[in-house]
DNA sequence: ATGAAAGCGCTAACAG
DNA sequence: CTGTTAGCGCTTTCAT
C-alpha cells in the first residue's frame, strides 16, 4: 500500500471556533470580563458573570487552552515517554501516571521510545511543545539533553529507570535489594545452579538486579550465575530459556529480570521440554504484574509498588516546579517478595500479609 | 496521605527559553526570516539560511509549537481516548495507533474514559485543545457531543466501537460475522449447551458479538445461549464463570466477549473447578491479544486485524480533513477464527495458515 | 528573497 | 469590579 500522508491532502477549512470577543459583544461586557469568568478565582460581579456564562453557552464557547498557555507558559500537559505499551507493567504504569495527572486537571501527551534506542530525538520533539513536565517510563536520556531540560526549567522525572546524572531526579523500586532478596529465597530454597536472564544492559534497572543477585550468591560462596539476555522481550526470552535448558547442566532456578520474560521463560520450559516449573525448575521474576497472579503463572516475583513509584514521581515534579531542586536524584521505593508456585519453597521465613504469602530474609545469617 | 496538588505550590519563574526573535537579532536578520528557515517548503536564501542556523544552534532555539498553532490553527496533535490501558488489545491498539501517528508526525494525547462511563465530560476538555483529531478507542460517544465536534471541524473515528449516528465513522472489526462463525465453530464441534459472557450491554461490541452468536444458534434450531455478564473486567468474569459451572446444567461451550474474559474463564475453570478446558468445556474468545497464543491458555479466538483497523482509522481521519464527509459512517474489517486448543475441535474445516489453524464454515450449509 | 506589520485568542497589568 | 492596553511567539500577507 502506497504510504498516505495526512498532509497529502488539499484541506477543507475548519469552520473557526468561537473567540471570547464574539462572547463578549454578544454580553455586551469587555472581552477580558469573558476572561475574567473562565479564570478560576478572577474578580466578576454576579450580574456579568451571570450575562457571560449565557452568551458563552449560547454561542458554545470553549476557551481556548493554547492560547493560554501560550501567554500563561503552560500547558498543563505532561510528557510521558514509554518503550511500549506491550509489556503489562509499563502499560499499568501509564494507565496509573494518567489517571493521578488528570486528576489534578494534567493532560498526558505520550511518547514512544523503543527499547534500546535512546530518548533523545524524542525530546528534541517534546521540548518545542512548552510541556510543563516529563516523566520517563524506563527510558533513557542522554545527560545533554537533561541539563538542557534543567535549563529550560522543565522539570523531568525518570520511573523505573535511574542515571548517574546528579540533576535528573528518579524513582525506582528497590532493584539491589529486591533481587539480593530472591538471591537469599531461592538460596534458601537449596538451589544449587543459577541463572539470571537480563534485559538490556544499558537499562539500570537489569543492571542493579543482576549486580543484586550476584552479590547474594557470591556472599553465599556459590558460583556466579550463567547470565543470558532476554532483551526485553518474550521471543528472545524464549530463545534464551532454550538455550538454557538444552545446556549439558541445566539450571535449578532462573532468575528474569522482569515477569513478562519470566513468562515466557515459564511458557517454553513447560511446553517445550516438559518440566515441571516449582518444582524441577524454579523462576523468579520482577514486577509482579496483574498476570502473574494469574492461575496460569503463579509466578514468584518481586512486587514493585506501582501507586507508590506514581505518587512518588509526581511529588518529585512538584518540588521541581517550585524550585526545590534539593530533591534530585534517586527516589528509591521498596517491595516485597511476593510467594507463589514458580519457585521452590524454602523451609521458613514464609508469611501471609493481606491474603498473599511473602518472603523476607532472617534478620541475621550466618554464612557457612 | 494528604492529597497534594500540584498547584499549591509557588512556582518557580522557568527561564524563558530562546525566541525567534532573539535568533533574529543574533544573526542580523528579520524575525520573519528565522521563521521562513524553520517553515519546510519556504523559499530563503542559502547564506540567509546559514546564519540564521547557526544563530540557532548557538542559542539552543527551538520554534515554540504551541504559538505557531495558535496561528495556524493546527496542533499537529490528535486525542486518543481509551477505556484503560489494563485489557491488552486496548494497550496494542494504542500503541499501533500512536506509532502510526508520530510516523506522520503527530502526537497523541492520551484521554482516559473507563468503562461503562461516557466520553462525554472528557471531550469537553478536549475541545478546549484545538487538536486536530479524535480517535476513540473503545468509547461511547454522545451523538449531540459528535454533532459538537463536526461543528467545530474535529474529525471523529471511532475505533473498535460504533454508533447509530450518521455522522460520526467508525471501524470495527466484523463483530457479527465473528461471532457467528465462533457460533458455526462450537456447533461444528457439536457442542449442546451454549453460554455468552457479555461485555458491557452499553458496547456496541459486545451487542453485536451477541446478535451474530445467537443468530446462528438459532439458525441452528438450538436453544439461545446463556447469557452471563463479564463486564469487560477479570473479576466480573470469574464470577460469571463460576456462576455458570455451578448452575445445574452446566454449558459445555462458553464464548467470551473478549480475550480478557476468556482468560478469566479458564483461570477459574481450570483452578476452581478442575475442569479440562478444551475437551470438558470449550471456551472461545473474541480478539486474538498477544496471550492468547501463550501455551499456558491456547485461546481459540477470533483475530482482530489491529493494523488494518489503525490503517483504516487513520485513513477516515485523513478523508474528514481533506472534506470528503461521503467516507463518514461504519467501516467493517474481517478478521478470522483461529484455533488453538481451548475448544473442542469440528471434524473439518481446519486449514492452516501461516503457521497458524484457523477455521472457516463451510460455504453453504443444510440447517437441519 | 527579505523585512515590516498585522494579527492568532488569550491573560495580565493598569487605570478608572 | 470593569474596560483598556500590551503583549505571549509565531506565521503570513504585503511591499520592497
Known amino acids: 500500500m502506497k504510504q498516505l500522508s495526512i498532509d497529502d491532502i488539499p484541506e477543507k477549512k475548519r469552520p473557526r471556533p468561537v473567540t471570547a470577543h464574539e462572547v463578549a459583544r454578544f454580553a455586551g461586557v469587555s472581552q477580558s470580563a469573558v476572561s475574567r469568568v473562565f479564570t478560576p478565582g478572577a474578580s466578576v460581579s454576579d450580574r456579568t458573570r451571570a450575562k457571560v456564562v449565557a452568551a458563552a453557552t449560547a454561542l458554545g464557547y470553549r476557551p481556548n487552552l493554547i492560547a493560554s498557555s501560550l501567554i500563561t507558559g503552560k500547558s498543563r500537559i505532561v510528557g510521558v515517554v514509554v518503550p511500549g505499551l506491550n509489556n503489562p507493567f509499563y502499560a499499568a504504569l501509564v494507565d496509573a501516571l494518567s489517571a493521578a495527572l488528570s486528576l489534578r486537571d494534567y493532560r498526558v501527551m505520550l511518547f514512544t521510545a523503543r527499547h534500546g534506542t535512546s530518548a533523545d530525538p524524542i525530546l528534541e520533539e517534546i521540548l518545542r511543545y512548552?510541556?510543563?513536565?516529563?516523566?520517563?517510563?524506563?527510558?533513557?536520556?542522554?545527560?545533554?539533553?537533561?541539563?538542557?531540560?534543567?535549563?529550560?526549567?522543565?522539570p523531568v522525572v525518570m520511573v523505573n529507570r535511574k542515571t548517574d546524572s546528579e540533576s535528573v531526579s528518579s524513582v525506582t523500586g528497590d532493584n539491589r535489594a529486591g533481587a539480593a532478596c530472591i538471591g537469599a529465597f531461592l538460596l534458601a530454597g537449596s538451589h544449587h545452579s543459577f541463572a539470571f536472564m537480563a534485559g538490556l544492559d544499558s537499562s539500570s534497572t537489569s543492571r542493579d538486579r543482576e549486580a543484586g543477585f550476584c552479590e547474594r550468591l557470591y556472599q553465599a560462596g556459590v558460583a556466579p550465575p550463567l547470565k543470558v539476555h532476554g532483551s526485553y522481550t518474550v521471543e528472545a526470552?524464549?530463545?534464551?530459556?532454550?538455550?538454557?535448558?538444552?545446556?549439558?547442566?541445566?539450571?535449578?532456578?532462573?532468575?528474569?529480570?522482569?515477569?513478562?520474560?519470566?513468562?515466557?521463560?515459564?511458557?517454553?520450559?513447560?511446553?517445550?521440554?516438559?518440566?515441571?516449573?516449582?518444582?524441577?525448575?524454579?523462576?523468579?521474576?520482577?514486577?509482579?504484574?496483574?498476570?502473574?497472579?494469574?492461575?496460569?503463572?503463579?509466578?514468584?516475583?518481586?512486587?514493585?509498588?506501582?501507586?507508590?513509584?506514581?505518587?512518588?514521581?509526581?511529588?518529585?515534579?512538584?518540588?521541581?516546579r517550585s524550585g526545590r531542586d534539593s530533591s534530585a536524584g534517586p527516589r528509591i521505593v521498596s517491595g516485597h517478595l511476593v510467594v507463589r508456585d514458580s519457585a521452590r519453597l524454602p523451609p521458613n521465613g514464609l508469611k501471609q500479609v493481606g491474603g498473599r504469602t511473602v518472603w523476607m530474609p532472617p534478620a541475621k545469617q550466618s554464612i557457612n
Chains 1, 2 share one sequence.
Do not use: H, W
Not at 510543563?132 to 529550560?152: F, G, I, K
Open 130 to 154: 512548552r510541556l510543563d513536565a516529563l516523566v520517563l517510563v524506563s527510558a533513557q536520556l542522554s545527560s545533554r539533553l537533561a541539563d538542557e531540560c534543567a535549563e529550560v526549567g522543565l
Open 237 to 320: 526470552a524464549a530463545r534464551a530459556t532454550r538455550a538454557l535448558l538444552k545446556a549439558d547442566t541445566r539450571p535449578d532456578a532462573i532468575f528474569c529480570a522482569n515477569d513478562q520474560m519470566a513468562m515466557a521463560a515459564i511458557d517454553v520450559a513447560r511446553s517445550e521440554f516438559g518440566v515441571d516449573v516449582g518444582r524441577a525448575l524454579s523462576i523468579v521474576g520482577f514486577d509482579d504484574t496483574q498476570l502473574a497472579a494469574s492461575p496460569a503463572y503463579r509466578l514468584t516475583t518481586f512486587s514493585q509498588p506501582l501507586d507508590e513509584m506514581v505518587d512518588s514521581a509526581l511529588a518529585i515534579l512538584i518540588d521541581a
